[in-house]
Each structure stands twice: as C-alpha cells, then as structure tokens.
C-alpha cells in the first residue's frame, strides 16, 4: 500500500518541472528574439516530426496562425523561459519561424520615457 503524502495532490495531474522540459537550458538556440515577436509554423496542415515531445507539438499546433511568444506562454500556461527554450529549438529545426515587429527591434527614445515617467511621478 503506498504511503500518503502531504505534498501530492491528485487534482494537480502530472507534473513536469520547466528544467526537465527545457533539458536545463535557460537560454533559447540562435539569436534572442522578443517577447512580442510573432511565430508562425512554417509548414501550415502538415504534421511535424513525430519524434517531438508534447511541448514542442504544443507549440507548433497553437502557431498556426502568428501569434507572440507572451500569447503562446499564456495559451499552453507554460513559464516564459521554458517557450523561449523551446521555440528556440522549434526555430533551429525549421518547423516555426519568427518576425520581430519594427517598433521592437528600435530602441527606445529615452526622453519619451523620462515623460512617461514624469507623468506618472505627477499624478
């Protein structure tokens, strides 16, 4: 008879640590992309590898259509840095592909956010 434990909880399911999933890497293959870069299967209707493990189909199937790594995360409630992982390895075998939108590859104008700033300072 097994022995009951405080720490499990039947209702939770099975659970699968983010460093197992991400095979303890924190920092995606290839270049960094952001949070709001848009992902797209590249290969619409067709299935990808079989060898992929749930996470990784996961994601494919929910960017069929463009949607940013911040949605993807919240979609599959997944952690952030565990999608970073593992689209960048979606990236790095061809199966998604990334567009950055313009406005987040320019950097910032700093003296619009010093007015942000002083404008929430002043309320």
Avoid: C
Avoid at 23 to 29: D, E, L, T
Avoid at 58 to 76: C, F, M, R
Avoid at 94 to 105: V, W
Wanted: glycine share 8%.
């Amino acid at each position: 008879m097994p022995a009951d434990h405080d720490w499990l909880d039947s209702d939770a399911g099975p659970v699968v640590r983010p460093y197992a999933m991400t095979q303890g890497r924190v920092a995606p293959a290839g270049d960094e992309f952001d949070l709001v870069a848009f992902v797209v299967a590249t290969v619409a209707g067709t299935a990808p590898a079989p060898g992929l493990p749930p996470e990784h189909l996961a994601l494919v199937g929910a960017a069929w259509e463009p949607t940013s790594v911040v949605e993807l995360a919240s979609k599959l409630d997944l952690s952030i840095g565990v999608v970073r992982v593992l689209l960048g390895d979606l990236r790095s075998a061809g199966l998604i592909s990334l567009y950055e939108p313009p406005a987040a590859s320019q950097p910032h104008d700093v003296d619009v956010l010093k007015a942000v700033v002083n404008g929430l300072r002043a309320l």
